[in-house]
């Protein structure tokens, strides 16, 4: 039955999915997120937040971000940490800043994978990262204080 698959793709999301493509492994994804942390620490207003944060070593964090997307892309399970309280501890950064994150992810990733390929990590970032913007920056407005209406 060949309708079968299709019927699949639509009952389950395909960002729930694995990535199986040639070339994307945790090889190219370490690739990936070391190139982009690089660009973050080069960069003029997310280097400095980030610097404030780890000092030292860098290696555990670009291990963890590793995991991160492997869980992310190829759901290997190698993350189980929670990443909305690690960025709500960060006081000085801005919505505007998630722009800037945004920007250096997606020429990274369109620097390293096919077009596709690329896309799907960048729909994911962007998806995280409004989740987080929303745990970090969203407050009640007035109506919804007083109770509705
Ligand atoms: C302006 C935007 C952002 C800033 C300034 C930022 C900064 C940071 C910092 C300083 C840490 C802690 C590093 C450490 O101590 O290990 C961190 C952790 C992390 N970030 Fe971000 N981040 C941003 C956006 C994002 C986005 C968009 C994602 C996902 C797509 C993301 C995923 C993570 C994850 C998974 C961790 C590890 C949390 C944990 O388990 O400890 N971040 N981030």
């Given at each position: 039955m060949t309708s079968k698959p299709v019927l699949l793709d639509r009952v389950r999301?395909?960002?729930?999915?694995?990535?199986?493509?040639?070339?994307?492994d945790r090889t190219s994804i370490g690739a990936l997120v070391r190139k982009f942390y690089s660009r973050v620490r080069k960069d003029e207003r997310l280097g400095p937040i980030f610097a404030g944060e780890i000092v030292g070593d860098w290696e555990p964090h670009l291990e963890k971000m590793t995991d991160f997307w492997c869980s992310v892309?190829?759901?290997?399970?190698?993350y189980n940490g929670r990443p909305a309280p690690a960025h709500l501890?960060?006081?000085?950064?801005?919505?505007a800043d998630f722009e800037i994150w945004l920007a250096l992810f997606r020429e990274t990733a369109a620097e390293l994978f096919a077009p596709e390929t690329a896309a799907v990590f960048v729909e994911r970032a962007e998806r995280i990262a409004a989740s987080l913007k929303l745990a970090m920056f969203f407050r009640p407005g007035p109506a919804a204080a007083a109770g509705g209406a």
């Open positions: 999301p395909a960002a729930e999915q694995p990535l199986l493509r040639p070339g994307v892309i190829l759901k290997s399970g190698d501890k960060l006081k000085d950064v801005t919505e």
